[in-house]
């Protein structure tokens, strides 16, 4: 019996690739780091930063030529999220499109995240 494809784990927007390109450039950095941290009104936040190796137990993709490195604790939390970069005449930021969030605060900095569940 095929098994059916599995979800890509994380993925990047044309914005979000090119931002961060420039960005590990400029750093000297091999890969993105993404992940998620207890914390916020809503119970947890988006993490993101930028490291020469990943750690032992890091997934590692590529997307759009950026090498992305997710904490292994955050997999479950992050499976199916897209990340963008938005620009507007007040803020430049990267934005998380994430099916496992459920809820966010009202000031935008926390979110609620239910682990995915894999059939």
Sequence with gaps: ???RPRPKLVTLTEAAAKQVEH??????????????????????????DYVSEPSALDEIIEDKGVRIVVDA???????????????????????????NQTDACGCGE??????????
């Design 1 to 3: 019996m095929a098994r």
């Design 73 to 99: 604790k955050a997999v479950l939390f992050l499976l199916g999220s897209v990340i963008d970069y938005e620009t507007t005449l007040l803020h430049e930021k990267f934005i998380f499109s994430n099916p």
């Design 23 to 48: 960005i590990m450039s400029e750093r000297g950095a091999g890969y993105l780091r993404v992940g998620v941290t207890n914390g916020g009104c809503a119970g947890m936040e988006y993490v993101m």
């Design 110 to 119: 926390s979110v609620t995240i239910v682990a995915a569940t894999v059939d």
